[in-house]
Structures are given as structure tokens and as C-alpha cells.
């Protein structure tokens, strides 16, 4: 905070300027950043599995909530209760230039910086209109992306203030993993084709061995395709319905203002908008090995499999042994139900207003105020639930009617076949089928200041005179994260759970820094500051 005489700085600062983000059509800023070798690779379009939607920077490893963004110098609102910005949301057609701090960030901004800073600063002073239109595509002419920004400003009331606009949309195309040779199959650890072991056909672990087959324990049996149990275990190959590239939607605007109301006395603002949307999608969803109890006379397994299970009933331990039911870990992958689809939309909306200037000709002040929200909604399709999903599985003959129906009829339950390949009926899958929504809200009031100049001495041995700065920065955040009640009861096999967050929290921070020049351009030192 303290003004330098000299371009050194005391932390290593990496600079990329606007040509080299232009020169590689970056979309979303971190698609440039991750290719630095400061940066470990972090949330963006190449991630599919475990992407939640944002964009995002890790410098040092350290992890996206240990690196602080910024932009011009002030926080960023952040999309979820972890601080986590989404760079998305930052215009790329405004971008002056990135500064990239990875030493001491921390003593200057605290925890939120341990792995350092990445600064965004923007154009301030533009006239004129500027457009940029671009298509890009993949060598096999897929995953196509388009992208369109307008930015145009100008000088107002004689040159004492400017305001420069831009407005951009982007759309990127999806691009699957069986579109490509390299990365059709799952590959096991010995780099051949593999997979997972919750297979269409149904995979199970039974508690005992099963006396028909001699495992069941520690390796399963599966239903073939015919819906006959068998040692001839095959794996599914999930990737063809993954993502190498996920699909991508955002609109963004900003309005950047700045006005001198003196010589010494000027008034700067920033209001940004940007709505960002990204789908992953995942291999059909399963019952992944769940524990589940299976009745040994269901009409929808043959006869020779109820006297397996028979069988294995027989041999169960404690009161599990001839109970009519057999406990397994059943791995069943639920292709009917469709893709697993994870819908991410962020819209963040921050204003910035202060006011900066000079007094007594060498001390530089300045105040600030912010304030931002963001609105996050998830929505994840085609899942399972679970206690829906037991509930079929132990189906029954009604003795009144000879129809297949569930033994216990409440809520509509409807008998699920899942012992075979494409056994479920799109009835059958309605029934066990579910999509949750969680919602999120985040917003971020900070008022903040600083004076900075010099303290009126010089050493003897000293070219400049002892500087400091000193100022206050209040910050209150709060963020709720409000998942349906399905979703919070963990009742969903494929995406888990996740827990209500209504958290909060309020900083008052006071800082001084003083630069102290005791020798400079000395016959054995070139400088020595404190």
C-alpha cells in the first residue's frame, strides 16, 4: 500500500497483460491461468467430476480458498460459504492486465491469501467501440464455442471523468469422452479397458459365500443378461457418458466509472453483473453397493435363482438364517434412468463506489465501500432414492389379483426388475427416480480506507524518506446454503447429501506498514530497507 520510488517490490509479482489473454481467445481467465506453473489446475470447463459449476485458481496447491482474488484491488464476491470466486464472472474484454502475487500475501490480507493474490486490473480510460466475435472448434469440428463482447466508453465533461461499458456472451458445446479414441474406456492399473463393478446387469456382495458358487463374500456374482446369476463378472465402462468438456453459458456487463471532482479529489465506481451457467454430466446413476435385502421368492428372479438364494438363506448367520430374505451389496447400474446431469447457474451482482485523492500534496488517501450478492442454484437429475429403491426391490404375486406388486403398496410403489440388462420399464424408473435442488445466497458488504505518504525524516544515508500507510477495512459476510429435504437427508445414492449452512461473519481490521530507506546507493550496498 505504500507508493515505491523504485519498480521493485519485496514479493515476487508476475504480470500478464491483456495481449497475451487475447492472443489465446480466453474465455474465462483461468483458462489462461492454469497453464502457469505457479497455478495447480482448479474448477474449469476441462473438469467434469466434482466440477460445481464455478472457475477457479489454486496457486501453490494450497487451495482455491487460500488465493485470494481481486479485482482492482478489492475483493471479489464470492458464490459459496467457502470464499470460493467464480472466474466466470470477471469480463475478459476489460482485463488491463493480472497480477499474480505468491510471496507475503498473507501479511498483507490475511489467511485468505496464504497461497497468494491474483489482481485483475481493468481498462479505466477507453474511448471507442471494440468488438470481438470468435468461433472455435475442436480438429474433429465439435465442441464448438462461441463467443461475442462489446466494449465502449468514452471521456465525459472535458476529460474529468470516463466510463467505459462492456457486455459479453459466451456458449461453449459440450464434448463427450466417447468422442474420442484416447478416452472411450476407463482404464484399470494396468492400463487396460476396466470400469465399475455397478453394472447394468446387477452385481452382488452376499454376507456369506454363496454355496452354489463358493464366493459371494469377497468376490460377487452378477445376473447375466438373461437375469441368471453368475461367477462371470463383467465391469461397466462409464466414460463414453462423461464430459471432457462441459457446457458452458454466460452473459456478463460491467460499467466502470471514474470522475475528478477536484485536482486532488477523484470519484470511482464499478457495477458488475454476470450470470454463468455450466452442466456436468456423469455416467447413469446406481445403487453402488448400498445394502439392500432381497426376498428369495421375488417373481422377478427365475426359479433357478430363488434356489440359489434359498440356499444362501440357509447358511446366513444369526437371524438373518431362513428369514425368507438374503442381505447383499447390490451394485446395479441404472442406465433406464438416464445421465446423471448437474445443473450449476451463479448471477452475482456487486457495486463499488469510493473516493480517492491527494492532501497536502503528498499523502494519498482513499475510501471505499462495496456491496455484492450471488444467487447460486443447483439442480441435479435422474438420481435414485433409496428407501423408494428398497421398498421395489422386495416385490411380491398379490394372491388376489396374480399381479407383481410391492409388499409394502404405500406411496404408490411400483415392483422394480433389476436383475438383467434394460429390465426397468419407464414406470418402474419413475418411481425410484428423484432430482434435488439446493439453492445458495452469498453477500458481501466491505467499507474500507487508507492514507499513505511520508513520515517527514530521510536517514543521512538514504536517498527517500521513511513512508507508511495506515487505514481500516470492515467486512461482513453471509452466506446460506438451503439443500430440499431429500438432498439434506442424504436419501440420494448417486450425489449424497449435503448440509443446511446459514453461517456469517464480521471483521474489523486495522493495519500500519512503514517502509523505512536506511542506506541506499552506498559503496556496499545498493540498498538496505526495512
Given at each position: 500500500r505504500i507508493k515505491r520510488p523504485e519498480p521493485t517490490?519485496?514479493?515476487?509479482?508476475?504480470?500478464?497483460?491483456?495481449?497475451?489473454?487475447?492472443?489465446?481467445?480466453?474465455?474465462?481467465?483461468?483458462?489462461?491461468?492454469?497453464?502457469?506453473?505457479?497455478?495447480?489446475?482448479?474448477?474449469?470447463?476441462?473438469?467434469?467430476?466434482g466440477n460445481d459449476g464455478g472457475a477457479t485458481v489454486n496457486l501453490r496447491n494450497l487451495g482455491e480458498e487460500r488465493t485470494l482474488v481481486l479485482v482492482d484491488g478489492k475483493r471479489f464476491t464470492p458464490y459459496d460459504y467457502q470464499g470460493f470466486v467464480d472466474l466466470a464472472m470477471i469480463p475478459t474484454a476489460l482485463i488491463e492486465r493480472v497480477e499474480v502475487v505468491t510471496g507475503g500475501a498473507s501479511a498483507v490480507y490475511g489467511s485468505d491469501a496464504i497461497g497468494g493474490v491474483v489482481n485483475f486490473v481493468m481498462k479505466k480510460d477507453f474511448s471507442g467501440v471494440e468488438f470481438d466475435l470468435s468461433r472455435s472448434a475442436s480438429f474433429e469440428s465439435d465442441a464448438?464455442?462461441?463467443?461475442?463482447?462489446?466494449?465502449?466508453?468514452?471521456?465525459?465533461?472535458?476529460?474529468?471523468?470516463?466510463?467505459?461499458?462492456?457486455?459479453?456472451?459466451?456458449?461453449?458445446?459440450?464434448?463427450?469422452?466417447?468422442?474420442?479414441?484416447?478416452?472411450?474406456?476407463?482404464?484399470?492399473?494396468?492400463?487396460?479397458?476396466?470400469?465399475?463393478?455397478?453394472?447394468p446387469n446387477g452385481t452382488i456382495y452376499t454376507s456369506v459365500d454363496i454355496p452354489a458358487f463358493g464366493i459371494g463374500l469377497d468376490d460377487p456374482v452378477q445376473f447375466d443378461d438373461s437375469g441368471n446369476l453368475t461367477d462371470d463378472v463383467k465391469s461397466f465402462n462409464f466414460n463414453p457418458d462423461n464430459l471432457l468438456l462441459t457446457p458452458q453459458e454466460k452473459y456478463v456487463g460491467t460499467v466502470i466509472g471514474t470522475y475528478k471532482i477536484t485536482d486532488q479529489t477523484e470519484f470511482f465506481s464499478r457495477l458488475s453483473f454476470a450470470n454463468n451457467r455450466v452442466d456436468t454430466i456423469q455416467a447413469p446413476t446406481g445403487t453402488f453397493f448400498f445394502p439392500y435385502s432381497l426376498n428369495i421368492d421375488n417373481p422377478f428372479l427365475s426359479a433357478q435363482d430363488q434356489a440359489i438364494l434359498a440356499e444362501l438363506d440357509a447358511v446366513e448367520e444369526g437371524d438373518a438364517q431362513n428369514d425368507g430374505l438374503v442381505d447383499i451389496a447390490f451394485g446395479r447400474r441404472l442406465t433406464e434412468l438416464g445421465t446423471r446431469d448437474s445443473l450449476y447457474e451463479n448471477t452475482t451482482l456487486q457495486f463499488v463506489a469510493g473516493l480517492r485523492g491527494v492532501i497536502f500534496n503528498d499523502y494519498d488517501w482513499e475510501i471505499f465501500a462495496q456491496k455484492g450478492h450471488t444467487a447460486r442454484a443447483q439442480n441435479f437429475i435422474n438420481d435414485v432414492d433409496y428407501a423408494e429403491s428398497q421398498q421395489?426391490?422386495?416385490?411380491?404375486?398379490?394372491?388376489?389379483?396374480?399381479?407383481?406388486?410391492?409388499?409394502?403398496?404405500?406411496?404408490?410403489?411400483?415392483?422394480?426388475?433389476?436383475?438383467?440388462?434394460?429390465?426397468?420399464?419407464?414406470?418402474?424408473?419413475?418411481?425410484?427416480?428423484?432430482?434435488l435442488n439446493e439453492n445458495n445466497r452469498t453477500n458481501q458488504l466491505v467499507v474500507g480506507g487508507t492514507i499513505s505518504g511520508p513520515l517527514g525524516f530521510t536517514f543521512p544515508s538514504a536517498n527517500n524518506a521513511v513512508q507508511f500507510a495506515v487505514g481500516f477495512e470492515h467486512r461482513e459476510e453471509d452466506a446460506q446454503n438451503m439443500p430440499d429435504q431429500n438432498y439434506a437427508n442424504a436419501n440420494s445414492v448417486g450425489y449424497g447429501g449435503s448440509s443446511p449452512v446459514d453461517a456469517s461473519l464480521k471483521v474489523q481490521e486495522l493495519f500500519a506498514e512503514v517502509r523505512v530507506p536506511v542506506v541506499e546507493d552506498a559503496a556496499f550496498a545498493k540498498a538496505i530497507i526495512l
Open positions: 517490490s519485496n514479493s515476487p509479482i508476475a504480470i500478464v497483460d491483456a495481449a497475451d489473454l487475447k492472443m489465446t481467445n480466453t474465455v474465462n481467465p483461468e483458462e489462461f491461468l492454469r497453464d502457469d506453473p505457479r497455478f495447480v489446475a482448479a474448477l474449469g470447463s476441462n473438469t467434469n467430476n464448438q464455442r462461441d463467443d461475442f463482447s462489446i466494449t465502449f466508453g468514452g471521456n465525459i465533461d472535458d476529460g474529468k471523468g470516463n466510463i467505459v461499458a462492456s457486455l459479453a456472451y459466451s456458449k461453449q458445446e459440450a464434448l463427450y469422452q466417447g468422442a474420442r479414441k484416447y478416452s472411450e474406456f476407463s482404464l484399470d492399473n494396468m492400463l487396460q479397458p476396466g470400469g465399475s463393478g455397478t453394472h421395489a426391490m422386495l416385490a411380491v404375486i398379490d394372491p388376489d389379483t396374480g399381479d407383481i406388486v410391492c409388499e409394502d403398496d404405500s406411496g404408490g410403489c411400483v415392483p422394480v426388475n433389476y436383475f438383467g440388462r434394460d429390465t426397468i420399464t419407464p414406470e418402474m424408473a419413475k418411481f425410484i427416480r428423484f432430482n
